[in-house]
């Protein structure tokens, strides 16, 4: 859900449905031109996670189709690898690195209002995958798909998206908890474009869904420094 990047070369996979402007793409079609816009930059970013006064920072290195979290005290290092049919989300500490257990999907990510299923992107993959229509989100065309889970595991029910028609940008999402409910949202707030002419994110909201009046008062923010 961390949409880091808008590339290019995103825009060949849309060429192979252009023809049909008036017709939605296949709603999996769709979900895979979201991860080759992830996973197709050669970048390395630092920013920080922010939630109140807590401000956690990090390096984010993107490269040979993997996104590397790097955070420090304590030092931990999160690898994130987009397949054709899966994503793999690895863990590395001080004592080695392994596979992140899927009993850990719903931690929180340093405390912040992330969870590691969030950073997993596994939607990207769900069988059940619907487009519903299009709407604009910060002047920019989206489609917008619903997705859930079918027989696998998750700590969501189903997951409402918006996908930059252009680029295959993640700009807005809906998580839903297994009771149906809204359980998290996570929205770009802003862009900024880097030398080369690319766009990536300078800011993401999260916020975690709470039934107290005036929703979430610390929500985490996902912030992307300057960019070369």
Sequence with gaps: MLTIVQPRCALIL??????RAEDAPDAREILRTVRVAETAQDRALSGRLRTGA????????MRDGAVRWEFSDPPQTLVLRLGEN????????????????????????????????????????????????????????????VVAPGASASTYSRVRVWVAKESGALLKCEAFGRDGKLARLFRVV???????????LKQMRIESATPKRGGDQTPTYLEIDAAE
């Design 190 to 200: 802003s862009g900024q474009k880097t030398k080369d002419g690319l766009w990536i």
């Design 54 to 61: 807590q401000k956690i920072p990090f390096k984010l290195t």
């Design 86 to 145: 899966a994503s793999s989300l690895e863990e590395i500490t001080p004592d080695g690195k392994g596979k992140l257990a899927a009993a850990r999907f719903d931690d929180a990510v340093r405390g912040s209002d992330i969870t590691y299923e969030d950073l997993a992107l596994r939607f990207l993959y769900w069988p059940n995958a619907t487009v519903e229509g299009e709407q604009t989100i910060m002047l920019t065309k989206c489609w917008q798909l």
């Design 14 to 19: 849309l060429l192979a449905f252009a023809a």
